[in-house]
């Protein structure tokens, strides 16, 4: 986060600086809605179902949409994705600000700002990617957290802020926020890049008059993806840790504000807790990005998930918010390392030409995993409290005991040379 607050004031803003920059102030509108979207339901007539139903319906959309807006992302390039998918978000907040319609109504615009974000995600991350050398990656994902994380610790609060003047207000907050964080990215250059190597040079042409007319380069075409190229566990076994990140994250958005509530604490409150959960986060986000980039993965990946599973099976017996902030700690700590170190994997596992269908499956799992977390745990609240966050705990063990065996350590080898996009970086070589 120092970096990017010295480029910014020292107006030196690098590509990759204007991406965290955007998703910074972008976050922060959407983190706006996490406290309030049940009480928004709930305001409406909805029950628990309908709240989950309502947080779960964009889940899945993202999970739809992630592999063709990956395959999207590698045809035409990252930054028409990255534009196009936040003026659609913005454009449908405005519908759910002014409560246009049923609460039917407003889950399929809800459904709509889900696919919209789900088409952001693997732009995001691949252009990330792009502008950052291999064995810098997971810092660099990590910078990326961090920024998210900022976006946590201010967007809850605003939210309930907000919420105590209008629920729908959350959603105006949110549109505003995302125009605001596109004009951070708008001037960043394309960064798609070729990976192939280069062409053998063309013959001498004849001697003779054609030997006069300048010989035209044929365009380089962007290779087929191979067949079964995500059949590898570079990217699957990392992508079932995500998808059990992903159930986690989505089940506290459905669960958190009703776990709060019935405790006897407002809208603020509920938004305030999970600001609280960021700072850790935001404090070490560097260290966690180092640690990331240079610990073994197959070790770090599976402790960490385990401490978010003991974490989450600890809530239900908690009714004071003190230490129900202690542990909420301890969890921020160790999901701290876990996304960032799965996406250095994805990364690194693949060419540049397959990057945005690489992190498209990175995000078909997560926000499959949310989709199950927010639907199907998040259901559950209303059988017994215990049930999600006990459901989550176990899913996380599963994953933990899958990286333990699996996860790749280090960057697989034989991967092609990723070629930086001209005027911003020379070309760096993976390297073992």
Excluded at 273 to 283: D, H, N, Q
Aim: hydrophobic share 50%.
């Amino acid at each position: 986060m120092l970096e990017i607050l010295r480029a910014l004031l020292t107006r030196r803003l690098e590509p990759a600086h204007r991406l965290l920059l955007g998703q910074l102030v972008m976050f922060t509108g959407i983190a706006a809605l996490f406290p309030v979207v049940p009480l928004y339901v709930r305001s409406h007539g909805g029950s628990s179902a309908d709240i989950a139903l309502f947080v779960a319906g964009p889940l899945v959309a993202s999970t739809l949409v992630q592999l063709p807006a990956g395959h999207l992302v590698d045809r035409i390039g990252r930054k028409p994705v990255l534009i196009g998918s936040r003026l659609l978000y913005a454009a449908l907040s405005g519908g759910l600000f002014l409560n246009l319609g049923p609460l039917w109504v407003l889950a399929l615009l809800r459904v709509g700002q889900g696919a919209s974000g789900g088409a952001y995600v693997p732009a995001l991350r691949a252009a990330l990617a792009d502008l950052t050398p291999p064995g810098e990656r997971g810092h660099r994902y990590a910078q990326l957290q961090g920024c998210e994380m900022v976006g946590l610790l201010l967007g809850p609060a605003i939210g309930g802020a907000v919420a105590l003047w209008a629920y729908s207000g959350i959603f105006a907050a949110s549109g505003v926020a995302v125009l605001l964080g596109i004009g951070a990215i708008i001037r960043m250059p394309e960064t798609r890049g070729d990976d192939m190597g280069e062409s053998s040079p063309a013959p001498a042409p004849a001697p003779g008059p054609a030997a006069r007319a300048p010989a035209i380069p044929p365009a380089p075409a962007t290779p087929p993806a191979p067949r079964l190229w995500w059949l590898r566990p570079a990217l699957l076994v990392p992508g079932v840790a995500l998808a059990a990140a992903g159930t986690m994250f989505s089940m506290y958005d459905v669960v958190w504000p009703q776990y709060l509530t019935a405790r006897g604490y407002d809208s603020l409150v509920i938004g305030l807790s999970i600001s609280f959960f960021a700072v850790p986060i935001l404090l070490l986000t560097s260290r966690g990005g180092r640690l990331s980039d240079r610990a073994d993965r197959r070790l770090l990946v599976p402790a960490a998930l385990c401490v978010v599973a003991a974490c989450a099976s600890t809530y239900p017996w908690l009714r004071n918010i003190f230490p129900i902030l202690a542990v909420g700690t301890v969890e921020s700590l160790a999901v701290m390392v876990v996304e960032p170190s799965l996406f250095a994997v994805i990364s690194e596992s693949t060419t540049a030409s397959l990057r945005g269908r690489a992190m498209g499956v990175g995000g078909l799992f997560e926000a499959g995993g949310g989709a199950f977390g927010a639907g199907v745990l998040g259901a559950l609240y209303g059988i017994a409290e215990p049930l999600p966050f006990l459901g989550g705990a176990t899913v996380c063990l599963l994953a933990a005991a899958v990286c333990s065996r699996a996860l790749p350590r280090h960057r697989p080898a034989g991967a092609s040379p990723d070629l930086r996009p001209a005027g911003i970086a020379r070309a760096e070589v993976d390297v073992v």
